[in-house]
């Protein structure tokens, strides 16, 4: 499903470039319906080598410009090998089809790295496509070079949403930008000190970090979220919470923005109520709403997947939340996530009696996160039992 997601998008523009490169072959070229195959297949092929070409400028201005890595993943369906950390992920795949990048704002002067490793990737795109038609004197050929043009265009057009940003709105959407979201940028390399505090289980440097931003940026949502993560990272999920439900009510909140609060609100409040820190009568109505207005607002539900394993395995259905949490754990873009996602699939096999499979489920969690209050708790229950 995953994979279907990345050629919806650009899938209009695909099409044009496969009708183009039909009417060609068959009005123009002369070679009926072998030809037309050709450049079908050829769009297909241009289309993903495109996608490649931009994620690999991503990551070379990434690593040019000092820019955050959070996760690459090379190729699709099962996984040969993996390289994960706290703060990144790194999986190979069976079929490299498809080559994705995650980055996210690092050193300071943070819009300017930002804008050129964007800069570098629209780069190697628009060679890609420049090789492309240099060999499109053959259907296939010409249908590969559609196909990539479709996605190079379809790729600088400027789009943020809550599943991705497009390279188009770092290049021409991102310089504009003023006000509070131009600051939360401006304050990222002291949120992502925070953050890497937690990351690494240093708590007393991350509260440190969190006060200094209370104090410098007590407006900037980005502040409030680093404040949310030192919280929850402390089990103090009810201050947390209090927190997130502070952003749900701010005025000026994009439907991008109101996704991602939604999405914390939900996984946050099932976290709370697991914990006993807040009744499940109250909690898991509240957590389901803030899911299905998370989904509403175009949050992919692929990322809403360890949310929803807890949320059945409070539900008393282990057998689905070892389900989901399973997907949740491959999914994951970061190591502090998979933790956690593997402390929900270790619970909810205890809860089917598999105490063999929740050991190993933790094994795992704790090699990425020993100090995570998930995983320090369930390891005292499977302790116990």
């Known amino acids: 499903m995953r994979v279907l997601r990345l050629f919806l998008r650009p899938a209009v523009l695909l099409a044009t470039a496969v009708l183009a490169a039909v009417v060609w072959q068959v ?7 072998p ?31 000092g820019v955050r890595v959070h996760h690459v993943q090379i190729g699709v369906g099962a996984k040969l090998r993996e390289w994960t950390t706290p703060a990144r992920r790194v999986v190979l795949r069976a079929v490299p089809l498809l080559f994705s990048v995650g980055i996210g704002p690092g050193r300071p002067r943070v819009r300017p790295r930002m804008w050129l490793t964007a800069g570098c990737s629209a780069l190697v795109g628009l060679a890609a496509v420049a090789g492309t038609w240099l060999v499109s004197a053959t259907p296939f050929g010409w249908g590969l070079a559609l196909g990539a043009t479709a996605n190079l265009v379809h790729a600088l057009l400027p789009r943020r949403t809550p599943e991705s940003t497009s390279t188009g709105w770092f290049l021409f959407a991102l310089p504009r930008l003023t006000g509070r979201r131009a600051a939360e940028l401006d304050a990222a390399p002291l949120v992502s000190r925070v953050t890497d505090a937690v990351e690494a289980g240093d708590l007393g440097t991350a509260e440190q970090g969190a006060a200094e ?19 929850t990272a402390q089990a103090r999920y009810a201050e947390a919470l209090a927190l997130v439900s502070q952003l749900m009510q701010e005025k000026d909140q994009t439907p991008r923005e109101m996704a991602f609060s939604l999405a914390g609100m939900a996984g946050l409040t099932a976290t709370t109520v697991e914990a006993g820190q ?15 207005g998370a989904e509403a607002l175009g ?3 692929y990322r809403l997947t360890g949310t929803l394993a807890l949320l059945a395995l409070l539900d008393g259905d282990p057998h689905q939340a070892i389900t989901l949490a399973t997907q949740a754990a491959e999914q994951s873009e970061s190591g502090l996530s998979r933790a956690d996602d593997l402390a929900t699939l270790a619970r909810a096999q205890m809860a089917a009696g598999d ?20 995983v320090v708790t369930t390891r005292a229950r499977l302790d116990i039992s």
């Open 27 to 33: 009005v123009a070229g002369g070679t009926g319906v």
């Open 213 to 231: 931003l209370a104090r410098l940026h007590p407006d900037l949502r980005t502040a409030t979220s680093a404040r949310v993560l030192v919280l």
């Open 355 to 374: 105490n063999a499979a929740a050991r190993t489920a933790l094994a795992d969690a704790e090699r990425l996160a020993a100090w995570w209050p998930r």
């Open 299 to 301: 949050y992919p539900r």
């Open 278 to 292: 807040l009744p499940p009568d109250v909690g898991l109505p509240t957590a389901r709403r803030a899911v299905e």
């Open 35 to 65: 030809g037309a195959a050709a450049g079908l297949v050829g769009a297909l092929v241009g289309l993903l080598l495109e996608l490649a070409a931009l994620q690999l400028g991503i990551l070379l201005g990434a690593l040019a410009w």
